[in-house]
């Protein structure tokens, strides 16, 4: 290729980027309109470097936030840089999470803590011959660089590494990295921290009380709950499903009444599990394409819930209940 065709492609590839970026800026603008969050800059003076634009979400479908989780969230980070989100699976902890970021423009550093990994994964190591060639972890990466650090399944987390987080959290504001000869790495100024779990119970296996001294590092805590629950029933849910799926209101009051009585048996106890809004339009989306309720609902409701059939057919009797009563 000749140098003209390599300039002209560079230059291409320049006008594409800025094109990008001010796609992206107008998109954070309006998204701080939408979630009335313009006061809560958390980005201001930041400078995102090239390789971590990546680490930046994108195509972050918005979310129903009739509890102001995004602006409740986006204030605590605010003003105290750490906080911690509580509520049971499906609730939309993650994808406030994400959404916050793609606001601010900021990295999202994620750890899912329930996955074990290894400290050297998360703080770093010394690779090859020697002593030349270290490798940052994640943690080690967010404190040198900024962004969003997000632990998933906190609640999860090992001890040796939660211990080694408290210095980070409180008026210290940095990390010790013993396996680097004690360097002392001062925690970014644009660097904050997400804690998100289920509530500690015996139904969550893994799970087990935060330490106190994490846990009272945490400024504000937000607990997230689903829109429906029993008799409870959030017009915008059925609202949401109708419009995602084109279903009727008719049908998807239906749907959304069948979750909610789930989701009370879920936080009863009595199943292992409760439907996210996300399984919901799965679910209706079938309906759409042709599939009578309850023969879709055991591909998208039944299915997911359990392996075990005395489970399976609980649901199945619930949700027989539900759409008998519209016949």
Same mark, same amino acid.
């Given at each position: ?67 102001? =989780?995004?602006?409740? &969230? ?23 999470? =994400? &959404? ?19 400290? =050297? ?25 900024? *962004? ?51 509530? =500690?119970?015996?139904?969550?296996? *893994? ?121």
């Amino acid at each position: 290729m000749s140098v003209e065709k390599v300039v002209r492609a560079e230059g291409a590839n320049v006008k594409l980027r800025l094109k990008l970026d001010i796609t992206q800026k107008v998109g954070e603008g309006r998204l701080k309109t939408k979630y009335e969050v313009s006061q809560y800059d958390l980005s201001a003076g930041y400078v995102l470097p090239e390789s971590l634009k990546n680490l930046v979400p994108r195509d972050v479908p918005e979310f129903v936030d009739t509890e102001r =989780y995004v602006q409740r &969230l986006m204030r605590a980070l605010y003003h105290f840089k750490q906080c911690a989100l509580i509520g049971p699976s499906g609730t939309g902890k993650t994808h406030v999470v =994400y &959404l916050v970021a793609k606001i601010a423009g900021l990295p999202l550093w994620e750890i899912n803590c329930s996955l074990q990994t290894s400290v =050297y994964d998360l703080f770093g190591r010394f690779v090859g011959l020697g002593k030349e060639n270290w490798v940052d972890g994640l943690i080690v990466s967010w404190c040198r660089h900024g *962004g969003i650090l997000y632990l998933d399944e906190a609640n999860m987390m090992k001890q040796d590494v939660a211990t080694r987080l408290n210095p980070l959290l409180d008026t210290r504001g940095h990390l010790v990295l013993a396996e680097k000869d004690n360097e002392v790495i001062p925690r970014h100024k644009y660097g904050y921290v997400i804690i998100s779990m289920n509530p =500690y119970s015996v139904e969550f296996a *893994g799970t087990k009380p935060l330490n106190v001294a994490f846990r009272r590092r945490l400024s504000v805590w937000i607990n997230f709950d689903y829109l429906s629950v029993g008799s409870n029933i959030s017009e915008r849910e059925i609202d949401l499903v109708c419009e995602r799926t084109k279903v009727s209101r008719e049908l998807s009051e239906s749907i959304v009444r069948a979750a909610a009585e789930l989701r009370r048996r879920y936080k009863s106890g009595d199943l292992p599990y409760a439907p996210s809004v996300g399984d919901l339009i799965n679910w209706a989306t079938l309906i759409a394409d042709g599939l009578p309720p309850l023969v879709a609902a055991e591909e998208t409701i039944v299915g997911v819930a359990s392996d075990d059939a005395e489970v399976q057919n609980s649901i199945r009797t619930t949700l027989q209940l539900i759409f008998s009563k519209k016949k």
